[in-house]
């Protein structure tokens, strides 16, 4: 029995598991002496219910507090079964639809019985990982007292944070979801990626006869690697070239959404509702640590899968270069060329080379180009505000962050002169800018004693300690002196009246000439002037 059972999974796993992309490196005797020669590489396949972390929802969907009967669907009017939370032998908590059921019993997660009907009987299955995987064979639920009639599988890749439709089950797939009833067969290689509602898994057979509802990875497979997974090739190829298939099967949490339980093949019985229910006994997820092509084993660490990084990478999904080997831009592994792959390693950021062949350029670009009459290859398109021949300086405008390494993204560091009041946009080593006269401070925006600010620094007309306003006038924001009508001057020092009789009738014609606008305030005033004389 127990043989029967690992031959099965040996079946199960054996087109992804053995062969091809194993190995990262192996060691390669040459003329030169032995030398590491690097592959595109892949965990295996593993059960992956051994690592999930199971959620239930709503909470007090588990049955058994208080405890309860239930009937089942083939012998309604039987129901003297139990389900009690506090009796480990009547409880029926969410690991037992993950746990390793060594002694040949059935153990299964049970919820509440229908009694709430006509309100709908709803739950929530979520499974996370918190590590990228890649199914590499069919997700299995398996249902004990019959199948759910409606239901969906959705998935997250991002941890949770957002969720998308994978396959919607459902007995009548039009009136439920208003979508044509469809099965992996129908589709061709060119839609193979389409999101489908299927009632393969959803009508009833009897609870004995068909306990799983699948979602079809294998079948998936076999569009492109033949119906016995032969041309693997076939397979991997079309990983690379064709937009969305990897990612298709990547995932990082899994969501049952549960919306309507098994009504064995007849319409609902309000009169026995103790025979409606979910009861999920195992959830087999067969997948393998998405590593990018850059690890053979993926272990649990601190309670999480991670990746053990090859090819100079690092990250939980090898989805980084490790310091200090940025020379080039970070790219996964390739399945091609078949059979072994490209690993495409990260490489040491060695010192440039200044003439040389070699495309250095700390990770900012990944191109290079040949300069015929210098003779020298450059970089080309320095990213991260660097230029120079390995990108190995700042552009103009940005200055060197000295607490970053050559290869950070960060090295460089926006110089953010002022613009009113800096020469040009560009700083010296430390970030200061080049300020123009009466300006100060690193970026420039600041004004010397003496100064004020209006778009840049001019010197100070008036101020309240050498240059007064005489006669009365107030000091505007030491830009200018507002004088008293019989003053002008720019520090109010000249009377309009010197010179007599000529300054009376010019002023006269001075203010009569601003009348209009004036008239109101400066009348009193202008007659009080008038009679005086
Ligand atoms: C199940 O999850 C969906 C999506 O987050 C949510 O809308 C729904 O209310 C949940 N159902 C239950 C029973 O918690
Ligand atoms: C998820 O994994 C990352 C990386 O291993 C770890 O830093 C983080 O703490 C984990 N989160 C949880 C909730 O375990
Ligand atoms: C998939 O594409 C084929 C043709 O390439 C088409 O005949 C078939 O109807 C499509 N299937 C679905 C489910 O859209
Ligand atoms: C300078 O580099 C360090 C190290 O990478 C980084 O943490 C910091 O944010 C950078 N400073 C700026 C202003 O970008
Ligand atoms: C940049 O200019 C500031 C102010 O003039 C000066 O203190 C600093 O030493 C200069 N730094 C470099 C690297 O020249
Ligand atoms: C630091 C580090 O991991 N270096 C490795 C980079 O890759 C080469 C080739 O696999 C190894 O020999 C180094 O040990
Ligand atoms: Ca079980």
Redesign the pocket.
């Given at each position: 029995m127990l043989r029967q059972a690992v031959l099965l999974l040996l079946h199960c796993f054996s087109p992804l598991a053995l062969g091809q992309y194993d190995l990262c490196?192996s060691l390669v005797s040459t003329d030169d002496g032995a030398v590491?020669e690097?592959y595109a590489c892949q965990p295996k396949a593993q059960s992956m219910k051994d690592y999930m972390r199971v959620k239930v929802d709503p909470p007090g969907i588990t049955c058994g507090n208080p405890p309860e009967r239930f009937c089942t669907l083939e012998n309604p009017y039987l129901c003297s079964d139990e389900c009690d939370a506090s009796n480990p032998d009547l409880a029926h908590p969410p690991q037992l639809m993950q746990d390793r059921e060594h002694t040949g019993r059935i153990t299964y997660w049970q919820t509440v019985t229908w009694a709430r009907y006509p309100e709908p009987l709803l739950a929530n299955i979520s499974l996370a990982w918190n590590k990228s995987l890649e199914l590499t064979d069919d997700i299995a639920i398996t249902f004990e007292y019959g199948r759910p009639t409606l239901m969906v599988l959705d998935k997250s890749m991002d941890h949770g944070r957002t969720w998308q439709p994978f396959q919607f089950y459902a007995d009548d797939c039009l009136e439920s979801f208003n979508m044509a009833p469809k099965r992996v067969p129908d589709l061709s290689p060119a839609n193979i990626t389409l999101v489908i509602c299927t009632e393969q898994f959803s009508r009833w057979v009897g609870s004995k006869n068909d306990k799983n509802v699948k979602f079809e990875v294998r079948e998936r497979f076999a569009v492109f690697a033949g119906p016995r997974l032969l041309n693997m090739d076939s397979l991997y190829t079309r990983m690379e070239s064709m937009k969305g298939l990897r990612e298709f099967f990547t995932f990082t949490n899994l969501r049952l959404r549960l919306l309507r339980p098994a009504l064995g093949g007849t319409y609902m019985q309000r009169d026995n509702l103790l025979k409606y229910f979910y009861a999920i006994s195992n959830i087999e997820v067969p997948a393998r640590c998405k590593c990018n092509l850059h690890s053979s084993l993926c272990l649990l660490q601190e309670g999480n899968l991670q990746c053990q990084c090859?090819?100079?990478t690092t990250g939980q999904d090898c989805q980084r270069c490790?310091k200090g080997?940025k020379a080039k831009s970070w790219k996964a592994g390739s399945y091609l060329p078949t059979p072994n792959g490209s690993p495409n390693?990260c490489a040491i950021a060695g010192a440039p080379t200044g003439g040389g062949s070699n495309c250095e350029c700390y990770g900012h670009s990944n191109r290079c180009s040949y300069i015929d009459y210098l003779n020298i290859v450059t970089c080309v398109s320095c990213k991260h505000n660097t230029r120079g021949q390995n990108c190995q300086h700042c552009r103009l405008g940005y200055f060197r962050n000295n607490s970053a390494e050559l290869d950070d993204e960060g090295v460089c560091i926006e110089c953010n002169c002022n613009q009113m009041g800096s020469v040009h946009d560009r700083c010296n080593g430390t970030g200061f800018c080049q300020c123009k006269d009466g300006t100060t401070g690193p970026k420039c925006d600041d004004c010397f004693p003496g100064y004020y600010w209006k778009q840049g620094c001019y010197s100070n007309v008036c101020d309240e300690e050498l240059l007064l306003c005489q006669n009365g006038g107030t000091c505007s924001q030491n830009q200018k002196c507002i004088c008293p009508p019989e003053f002008k001057g720019v520090l109010c020092q000249q009377s309009r009246c010197e010179g007599g009789k000529a300054c009376n009738t010019a002023s006269t014609l001075h203010l009569l000439a601003l009348v209009p606008l004036l008239l109101c305030v400066l009348l009193p005033h202008l007659l009080a002037t008038l009679t005086a004389h």
């Open positions: 490196k590491w690097q090859e090819h100079n490790k080997f390693t």
